[in-house]
Structures are given as structure tokens and as C-alpha cells.
């Protein structure tokens, strides 16, 4: 008989996770972690966690489909087009001409949890655009991290086929990317401008003096103490002024809610609040 979600004991396999991964799946949310091991049980036909964790520790592959529906890697070019017009014609404006952030000549921007790479590389066109435009020879510096290599390797790599760049309006399509046998390739100009690597959100952040942060999507499935530890290092590794940038259906909560003033609750687009500073309604 099939065991319910909530019935099924998976310390066993978070146990393994972490030691052959090193990723901590205990701070994610135990809910999530459950019905994804239930969903890969369901899909080899195993009974039990015990037989699982045989299959685990013999086939390396189902290793990479548990954690790929444990991370979720789904992503896209300009997701949620609205908050990248929204930035480009409204928030990183101001950025370039030095009025909500110290003006330092390049503009440094973080996606944490990039996934394939699709997210960073629509940040570097959104700002290398907004540059050119009204601050031409601007510095532009985004960074790319994932938990998974794998993603990482595939986001260096900036190939998409023609499904994955779908949706992109051809002008910056072919500004940006060159059609080969394989795909679409990243351009040089664009790849320069973007660096990955693996990094996984439990540890500090890797970087600092940031003017923003994209954390979309990936927070909704950790713990609330995390989502509040991995708050506050992005709130130090933010230059004052600096934006944060949630996904759509995500909001801050709790002592996260102290540190960022929520700028547009559509785009969910904060803005840094100075340490132990009023929040904007306070200041007016
Ligand atoms: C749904 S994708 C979001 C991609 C992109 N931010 C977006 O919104 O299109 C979530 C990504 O978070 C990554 N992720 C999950 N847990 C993570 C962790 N502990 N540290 C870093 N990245 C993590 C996953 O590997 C996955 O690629």
C-alpha cells in the first residue's frame, strides 16, 4: 500500500543527499522535500524510502532527477517582462546618473539561483541597454550562482535552443545571440559581460557592493529561517540605494520585512533600507 506524503520519512535521504552533495535539503521546506521524493517514487514504482535509497546509492542518474525536482531548474528570457521594464525605465535610471546609488562607473548586479542562465543574461541586455542609452561607458557586472553545477555549466555555456529563447523580441535576439547548428549562442559581447558559478544560498554571499539583487523564485521553498538568514546577507552585500528583486508571488516577511522598504509591490522591487534606519513611510 502507498504511503501518504506526510507518512513517509525521508531523513534517510536527506542524510545521503548531504553527504554526496553537500546541500542541506533539511532547510528547505519539509512539505516541498516530501512530495518531491514521493513524485520520483511514484515515477520508478518503489514502495518504500528503504528501497529508494537503494536506487539512490546504485543509479547516479535518479541522484540527478531527485535534485533537479528538488531545486526546480524552470527559468526563461525576460521572465516576468514587466519588471524588466519596469527597472529599465524606471529604477535603473536613476542608478546611472548616480542619484539613488554612489556613482562608481559600473553597476554590479547578482542572480542568485540562476538557474540555466537565462535570468543574468536578461539582466546584462536590460542594463548594457539602459547604459547605452543614458550613461554610455558604464561597467556592467552581473553574476550568475546556482547550487546545481550542471546549470551553471549550461548557463557558461549560453546556448538556448529556439523554444528556450522564444518570446525574445528579435531586435535584441539577434543584437545578442547568433544562430548556429546547435542554437542560439550568447554573443561575446554578452558573455563578457556575465559570470557563473556554483554557489549554494545556505553559506554567505560571495559578493559584495552590489547595487542589485535578483533572488526569484528560489526562496519559496526554504524554511522561514533561511529566507530570513539569506535576507540579511543580501541586505550587507547591497550598496546603499540598492534594489532587491523578488519573485512575482513572493514577499518578505517577518525580521526580512525590517530591512528593505517594498518600492513596487507589483514587481516586488525593494529598495535597501539603511541598518537600523526608518522605513520610507517613517521618513516621510
Ligand atoms: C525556479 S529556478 C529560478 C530561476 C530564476 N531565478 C528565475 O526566476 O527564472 C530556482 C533555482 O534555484 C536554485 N536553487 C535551489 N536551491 C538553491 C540553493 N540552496 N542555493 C542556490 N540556488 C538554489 C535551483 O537549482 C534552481 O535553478
Redesign the pocket.
Known sequence: MALSNTALDVSEIAWFIRMKYG?DVS??RPTCFRRRVAHRMAMIGCGTVEEYLGYLTADGEEMEKLMDVI??????FY?DRDVFQALEERYVPPMLSGSTIPRTGTIRAW??????G??AYSIAIMLERAARASAPGTQIEVFG????ED?CRAARSGVYSDERIEGMPSRIRSEYFVRERDGWHARQSLRGLVKFRP????SPAPFSRLDMI?????LI??EHYVRDAVMKGFHEALVPGGLLVL?KSEVLAGEAERLFDLMDPRCKIYGKRPSDGPSREDRR
Open positions: 546541500v532547510r528547505y531545486t526546480i531548474h524552470v527559468t526563461g521572465r542572480s542568485a539561483g540562476c538557474s540555466t537565462e535570468e550562482t546556482d547550487v546545481s546549470a554557489h549554494d544560498l545556505f535578483f533572488c526569484r523564485n528560489v521553498h526554504f519573485g
